[in-house]
Protein backbone atom coordinates (compact mmCIF):
# COMPACT_ATOMS: atom_id res chain seq x y z
CA UNK A 1 0.00 0.00 0.00
CA UNK A 2 1.07 3.34 -1.18
CA UNK A 3 -0.52 6.96 0.99
CA UNK A 4 0.22 9.61 0.05
CA UNK A 5 -0.12 12.81 2.74
CA UNK A 6 -0.70 15.96 1.11
CA UNK A 7 -0.49 19.10 3.49
CA UNK A 8 -0.77 22.22 0.35
CA UNK A 9 2.78 24.01 -1.06
CA UNK A 10 4.57 25.28 2.09
CA UNK A 11 4.82 22.18 3.51
CA UNK A 12 5.23 20.15 -0.21
CA UNK A 13 8.52 23.25 0.05
CA UNK A 14 9.57 22.38 3.34
CA UNK A 15 8.95 18.63 3.89
CA UNK A 16 12.54 17.68 3.25
CA UNK A 17 13.64 20.74 5.86
CA UNK A 18 11.52 19.50 8.56
CA UNK A 19 12.64 15.98 7.98
CA UNK A 20 16.86 17.46 8.92
CA UNK A 21 15.42 19.89 11.58
CA UNK A 22 13.26 17.24 13.49
CA UNK A 23 16.62 15.11 13.70
CA UNK A 24 18.23 18.34 15.37
CA UNK A 25 15.48 18.46 17.30
CA UNK A 26 14.02 21.90 16.14
CA UNK A 27 10.65 20.41 15.40
CA UNK A 28 7.92 18.55 17.22
CA UNK A 29 7.55 14.97 15.34
CA UNK A 30 9.00 13.21 12.36
CA UNK A 31 7.21 14.76 10.10
CA UNK A 32 4.45 17.30 10.53
CA UNK A 33 0.72 15.94 11.99
CA UNK A 34 3.26 12.52 12.41
CA UNK A 35 1.30 10.51 9.61
CA UNK A 36 3.82 8.13 9.00
CA UNK A 37 4.42 7.16 12.82
CA UNK A 38 3.04 3.68 12.84
CA UNK A 39 4.17 2.28 9.36
CA UNK A 40 5.18 -1.26 9.22
CA UNK A 41 6.50 -3.59 6.06
CA UNK A 42 4.42 -3.33 3.22
CA UNK A 43 3.40 -0.10 4.36
CA UNK A 44 4.60 3.00 2.37
CA UNK A 45 3.61 6.55 3.24
CA UNK A 46 5.15 9.37 1.65
CA UNK A 47 4.55 13.20 2.21
CA UNK A 48 3.96 15.42 -1.07
CA UNK A 49 7.75 17.42 -1.30
CA UNK A 50 9.49 19.05 -4.05
CA UNK A 51 12.97 17.76 -5.07
CA UNK A 52 16.26 20.12 -5.07
CA UNK A 53 15.59 21.05 -8.13
CA UNK A 54 11.57 21.56 -7.84
CA UNK A 55 12.40 24.17 -4.95
CA UNK A 56 14.83 25.97 -7.16
CA UNK A 57 12.24 27.03 -9.46
CA UNK A 58 8.86 26.72 -7.52
CA UNK A 59 8.29 28.99 -4.48
CA UNK A 60 5.45 29.98 -2.18
CA UNK A 61 3.77 32.36 -4.61
CA UNK A 62 0.92 31.90 -7.99
CA UNK A 63 3.51 30.11 -10.01
CA UNK A 64 4.40 27.00 -7.16
CA UNK A 65 0.58 26.58 -6.85
CA UNK A 66 0.12 26.31 -10.20
CA UNK A 67 2.58 23.40 -10.29
CA UNK A 68 1.37 21.66 -7.67
CA UNK A 69 -2.06 21.69 -7.90
CA UNK A 70 -2.45 21.55 -11.69
CA UNK A 71 0.16 19.57 -12.32
CA UNK A 72 2.17 17.85 -9.78
CA UNK A 73 -0.80 16.52 -7.72
CA UNK A 74 -2.95 14.86 -10.39
CA UNK A 75 0.61 12.71 -11.60
CA UNK A 76 0.86 12.22 -8.05
CA UNK A 77 -2.77 10.72 -7.42
CA UNK A 78 -2.16 8.50 -10.37
CA UNK A 79 0.54 6.99 -8.64
CA UNK A 80 -0.57 6.32 -5.09
CA UNK A 81 -3.54 3.71 -3.84
CA UNK A 82 -4.47 6.53 -1.53
CA UNK A 83 -4.29 10.41 -0.41
CA UNK A 84 -4.59 11.56 3.15
CA UNK A 85 -5.35 15.19 3.44
CA UNK A 86 -5.44 17.73 6.68
CA UNK A 87 -6.44 20.83 5.74
CA UNK A 88 -9.97 21.51 3.96
CA UNK A 89 -9.24 23.22 1.31
CA UNK A 90 -6.91 21.13 0.09
CA UNK A 91 -9.49 18.09 0.36
CA UNK A 92 -11.96 20.06 -1.22
CA UNK A 93 -9.72 20.34 -4.04
CA UNK A 94 -9.12 16.74 -4.43
CA UNK A 95 -12.67 16.18 -4.48
CA UNK A 96 -12.80 18.58 -7.13
CA UNK A 97 -10.24 16.30 -9.22
CA UNK A 98 -11.76 13.36 -8.53
CA UNK A 99 -14.91 14.54 -10.07
CA UNK A 100 -13.58 14.66 -13.73
CA UNK A 101 -14.75 12.08 -15.71
CA UNK A 102 -13.06 8.95 -16.92
CA UNK A 103 -9.51 9.62 -15.43
CA UNK A 104 -11.04 9.50 -11.78
CA UNK A 105 -10.89 5.93 -12.05
CA UNK A 106 -7.30 5.97 -11.77
CA UNK A 107 -6.92 8.34 -8.98
CA UNK A 108 -5.77 7.43 -5.69
CA UNK A 109 -9.28 6.87 -2.84
CA UNK A 110 -9.38 9.27 -0.47
CA UNK A 111 -9.60 9.80 3.26
CA UNK A 112 -9.92 13.44 4.41
CA UNK A 113 -9.98 15.50 7.32
CA UNK A 114 -11.68 18.54 8.44
CA UNK A 115 -10.98 21.15 10.52
CA UNK A 116 -12.32 24.29 9.80
CA UNK A 117 -15.69 23.47 7.54
CA UNK A 118 -18.42 23.42 9.98
CA UNK A 119 -17.18 26.36 11.94
CA UNK A 120 -16.79 28.32 8.26
CA UNK A 121 -19.80 27.07 6.39
CA UNK A 122 -22.29 28.40 9.12
CA UNK A 123 -22.69 31.47 7.06
CA UNK A 124 -22.91 29.41 3.59
CA UNK A 125 -25.27 30.10 0.82
CA UNK A 126 -28.12 27.44 -0.43
CA UNK A 127 -25.39 27.47 -3.46
CA UNK A 128 -22.41 27.21 -1.53
CA UNK A 129 -23.57 24.19 0.53
CA UNK A 130 -24.86 22.28 -2.15
CA UNK A 131 -21.47 22.46 -3.94
CA UNK A 132 -19.80 21.30 -1.07
CA UNK A 133 -22.33 18.72 -0.79
CA UNK A 134 -21.09 17.56 -3.85
CA UNK A 135 -17.81 17.27 -3.11
CA UNK A 136 -17.93 15.56 0.31
CA UNK A 137 -19.62 12.62 -1.53
CA UNK A 138 -16.31 11.92 -3.41
CA UNK A 139 -14.29 11.59 -0.31
CA UNK A 140 -14.22 8.13 0.62
CA UNK A 141 -13.20 8.57 4.50
CA UNK A 142 -13.98 11.92 6.17
CA UNK A 143 -12.43 12.55 9.64
CA UNK A 144 -13.38 15.16 11.99
CA UNK A 145 -11.66 15.89 15.58
CA UNK A 146 -14.96 17.04 17.47
CA UNK A 147 -18.32 14.93 18.30
CA UNK A 148 -20.51 18.36 17.98
CA UNK A 149 -19.41 18.09 14.40
CA UNK A 150 -21.19 14.54 13.30
CA UNK A 151 -24.64 16.10 13.21
CA UNK A 152 -23.41 18.88 11.42
CA UNK A 153 -21.74 16.92 8.61
CA UNK A 154 -24.82 14.68 7.78
CA UNK A 155 -27.58 17.02 8.66
CA UNK A 156 -26.17 19.94 6.57
CA UNK A 157 -24.00 17.98 4.16
CA UNK A 158 -26.20 15.25 4.39
CA UNK A 159 -22.90 12.70 4.40
CA UNK A 160 -23.62 9.34 5.05
CA UNK A 161 -22.87 8.08 8.71
CA UNK A 162 -20.68 5.18 7.24
CA UNK A 163 -18.49 8.13 5.52
CA UNK A 164 -17.68 10.02 8.69
CA UNK A 165 -15.27 8.93 11.52
CA UNK A 166 -14.68 10.78 14.63
CA UNK A 167 -11.15 10.36 15.27
CA UNK A 168 -9.29 12.05 18.84
CA UNK A 169 -6.71 14.14 17.83
CA UNK A 170 -2.60 13.45 19.00
CA UNK A 171 0.91 14.94 19.21
CA UNK A 172 4.09 12.98 20.18
CA UNK A 173 4.13 13.60 23.86
CA UNK A 174 7.96 13.15 23.41
CA UNK A 175 8.29 16.52 21.96
CA UNK A 176 7.21 18.42 25.52
CA UNK A 177 8.57 16.57 27.92
CA UNK A 178 11.95 17.58 30.11
CA UNK A 179 13.86 16.07 27.23
CA UNK A 180 12.82 18.24 24.60
CA UNK A 181 15.10 20.96 23.22
CA UNK A 182 14.33 24.16 24.89
CA UNK A 183 15.25 27.68 24.23
CA UNK A 184 14.53 30.79 25.87
CA UNK A 185 12.92 33.49 23.56
CA UNK A 186 15.31 36.54 23.21
CA UNK A 187 14.95 39.00 26.12
CA UNK A 188 12.04 37.17 27.66
CA UNK A 189 11.95 37.94 31.23
CA UNK A 190 8.34 37.03 32.74
CA UNK A 191 8.65 34.39 36.08
CA UNK A 192 5.63 33.24 37.43
CA UNK A 193 3.51 34.10 34.18
CA UNK A 194 0.04 32.55 32.98
CA UNK A 195 0.49 31.29 29.48
CA UNK A 196 -2.04 31.34 26.46
CA UNK A 197 -1.19 29.47 22.88
CA UNK A 198 -3.42 29.61 20.11
CA UNK A 199 -4.02 31.45 16.54
CA UNK A 200 -7.28 31.04 15.51
CA UNK A 201 -10.09 33.33 15.37
CA UNK A 202 -11.84 31.44 18.67
CA UNK A 203 -9.59 32.36 21.04
CA UNK A 204 -11.38 34.79 23.56
CA UNK A 205 -8.85 37.86 23.72
CA UNK A 206 -11.28 40.02 25.22
CA UNK A 207 -12.55 37.97 27.95
CA UNK A 208 -8.80 37.36 28.46
CA UNK A 209 -8.18 41.12 28.74
CA UNK A 210 -10.71 41.35 31.60
CA UNK A 211 -9.89 38.39 33.41
CA UNK A 212 -5.62 40.30 33.19
CA UNK A 213 -7.35 43.60 33.70
CA UNK A 214 -9.01 41.91 37.36
CA UNK A 215 -5.76 40.31 38.06
CA UNK A 216 -2.87 43.44 38.31
CA UNK A 217 -0.71 41.88 39.98
CA UNK A 218 -0.30 38.52 37.31
CA UNK A 219 1.49 38.10 34.51
CA UNK A 220 -0.20 36.60 31.25
CA UNK A 221 1.81 35.76 28.21
CA UNK A 222 0.13 35.18 25.05
CA UNK A 223 1.65 33.14 22.32
CA UNK A 224 0.34 33.79 18.87
CA UNK A 225 0.85 33.65 15.54
CA UNK A 226 -2.25 35.49 14.44
CA UNK A 227 -0.94 39.24 12.94
CA UNK A 228 -4.32 40.33 13.92
CA UNK A 229 -4.01 39.10 17.81
CA UNK A 230 -0.50 41.06 17.79
CA UNK A 231 -2.60 44.66 16.84
CA UNK A 232 -4.85 44.28 19.58
CA UNK A 233 -4.27 46.83 22.42
CA UNK A 234 -4.63 44.98 26.37
CA UNK A 235 -5.99 47.28 28.98
CA UNK A 236 -2.92 46.69 31.35
CA UNK A 237 0.74 46.36 30.78
CA UNK A 238 0.57 42.71 32.65
CA UNK A 239 -0.18 41.14 29.03
CA UNK A 240 2.42 40.23 26.55
CA UNK A 241 1.97 38.98 23.61
CA UNK A 242 4.73 36.88 21.50
CA UNK A 243 5.89 34.35 18.81
CA UNK A 244 7.67 31.38 19.19
CA UNK A 245 9.09 28.96 17.49
CA UNK A 246 8.77 25.29 18.80
CA UNK A 247 11.92 25.11 20.70
CA UNK A 248 10.24 28.24 22.22
CA UNK A 249 7.30 26.84 22.82
CA UNK A 250 8.92 24.32 25.17
CA UNK A 251 10.81 26.77 26.98
CA UNK A 252 7.58 28.58 27.75
CA UNK A 253 5.52 25.68 28.46
CA UNK A 254 7.79 24.31 31.13
CA UNK A 255 8.12 27.61 32.43
CA UNK A 256 4.93 29.08 32.74
CA UNK A 257 2.48 28.33 36.27
CA UNK A 258 -0.31 26.93 34.43
CA UNK A 259 -2.09 27.50 30.85
CA UNK A 260 -5.28 29.10 29.88
CA UNK A 261 -6.98 28.78 27.05
CA UNK A 262 -9.89 31.16 26.81
CA UNK A 263 -12.36 30.22 23.83
CA UNK A 264 -15.67 31.47 21.98
CA UNK A 265 -17.76 29.45 20.72
CA UNK A 266 -16.90 26.77 17.81
CA UNK A 267 -17.87 23.38 16.55
CA UNK A 268 -13.91 22.06 16.36
CA UNK A 269 -12.98 21.64 19.63
CA UNK A 270 -10.83 24.96 19.04
CA UNK A 271 -7.73 24.40 21.78
CA UNK A 272 -7.18 20.65 21.39
CA UNK A 273 -3.36 20.84 20.50
CA UNK A 274 -2.44 23.54 23.16
CA UNK A 275 -4.48 21.04 25.82
CA UNK A 276 -2.33 18.62 24.71
CA UNK A 277 0.57 20.01 24.34
CA UNK A 278 0.71 21.34 27.90
CA UNK A 279 -0.53 17.73 29.14
CA UNK A 280 2.41 16.95 27.47
CA UNK A 281 4.90 19.47 29.32
CA UNK A 282 2.84 18.35 32.43
CA UNK A 283 1.38 21.83 33.27
CA UNK A 284 -2.60 22.21 34.14
CA UNK A 285 -5.02 23.76 31.97
CA UNK A 286 -7.82 26.43 32.29
CA UNK A 287 -10.25 26.68 29.38
CA UNK A 288 -13.80 27.45 27.86
CA UNK A 289 -15.77 24.67 27.48
CA UNK A 290 -17.32 24.39 24.35
CA UNK A 291 -19.32 21.43 22.50
CA UNK A 292 -16.71 18.57 21.35
CA UNK A 293 -13.93 19.23 24.60
CA UNK A 294 -15.74 16.65 26.39
CA UNK A 295 -13.26 14.17 24.92
CA UNK A 296 -10.00 15.83 25.49
CA UNK A 297 -10.55 17.27 29.09
CA UNK A 298 -12.72 16.24 32.51
CA UNK A 299 -13.44 19.33 34.58
CA UNK A 300 -11.31 18.68 37.84
CA UNK A 301 -9.73 15.60 36.86
CA UNK A 302 -7.33 16.33 33.97
CA UNK A 303 -8.66 20.52 33.79
CA UNK A 304 -10.95 22.92 34.56
CA UNK A 305 -13.62 24.24 32.60
CA UNK A 306 -15.43 27.47 32.81
CA UNK A 307 -18.72 28.20 31.05
CA UNK A 308 -17.88 30.30 27.68
CA UNK A 309 -18.04 34.33 28.20
CA UNK A 310 -18.65 33.99 31.90
CA UNK A 311 -15.90 36.01 33.28
CA UNK A 312 -17.06 35.34 36.85
CA UNK A 313 -16.56 31.40 36.35
CA UNK A 314 -12.79 31.87 34.67
CA UNK A 315 -11.81 34.39 37.54
CA UNK A 316 -12.22 32.04 39.87
CA UNK A 317 -11.65 28.82 38.46
CA UNK A 318 -7.77 31.37 37.35
CA UNK A 319 -7.34 32.20 41.19
CA UNK A 320 -8.13 28.71 42.10
CA UNK A 321 -5.08 27.54 40.19
CA UNK A 322 -2.98 29.96 40.77
CA UNK A 323 -3.31 29.88 45.05
CA UNK A 324 -3.13 25.85 44.83
CA UNK A 325 0.27 23.98 43.43
CA UNK A 326 -1.51 20.93 44.92
CA UNK A 327 -4.33 21.37 42.73
CA UNK A 328 -2.17 22.01 39.39
CA UNK A 329 -0.14 18.93 39.70
CA UNK A 330 -2.68 16.63 40.36
CA UNK A 331 -4.88 18.57 37.12
CA UNK A 332 -1.33 18.30 35.28
CA UNK A 333 -0.43 14.34 36.05
CA UNK A 334 -3.82 13.60 35.43
CA UNK A 335 -4.20 14.96 32.37
CA UNK A 336 -0.86 12.91 31.35
CA UNK A 337 -1.76 9.95 31.70
CA UNK A 338 -5.43 10.41 30.59
CA UNK A 339 -4.11 11.95 27.58
CA UNK A 340 -0.89 10.34 26.48
CA UNK A 341 -1.25 6.92 25.30
CA UNK A 342 -4.15 7.80 23.15
CA UNK A 343 -4.12 11.14 22.01
CA UNK A 344 -1.10 10.61 19.95
CA UNK A 345 0.54 10.89 16.41
CA UNK A 346 1.15 7.13 16.33
CA UNK A 347 -2.28 6.18 17.38
CA UNK A 348 -3.56 8.69 14.50
CA UNK A 349 -1.41 7.63 11.64
CA UNK A 350 -2.38 3.66 13.06
CA UNK A 351 -6.05 4.90 12.07
CA UNK A 352 -5.30 5.96 8.79
CA UNK A 353 -3.62 2.69 7.93
CA UNK A 354 -6.08 0.55 9.12
CA UNK A 355 -8.56 3.15 7.04
CA UNK A 356 -6.91 2.72 4.11
CA UNK A 357 -6.18 -0.93 4.22
CA UNK A 358 -10.22 -1.31 4.63
CA UNK A 359 -11.02 0.95 1.69
CA UNK A 360 -8.32 -0.83 -0.74
CA UNK A 361 -9.39 -4.12 0.62
CA UNK A 362 -6.90 -5.17 1.73
Request: contains cysteine; positive net charge; hydrophobic residues 40%.
Amino acid sequence: MKALVFLGLRHTILADIWQKEYQEGKRNDSMLYGYGNAVTPGIQVDYCRFNKFERLFFKDNIIGKLYLYCLKLPLLLLKYDIVWTHVDRDALFIAKLRRLPIINNFFAKHIANFVWLIDHSQNYSDRQLKKTQKLLKTIDKILYLSTAEKDEFINKYQCEQSQLLYTRYGINFSAYDYNALSVKPIGFDKEDFILSVGTDQHRDLELLDIIAKNNPDKQFVICSGNPEHHKRNFSRDNVTIIRASYNEMVYLYHACKFVVIPLKFNFHASGITTLLEAAAARKAVLLNYTPGLEDYGQHDNTCLFASLGDIESFDRNLNKLWDSEKLRNRLAENAYKYLHSDFNTYKYSQIYIELSKNILGI
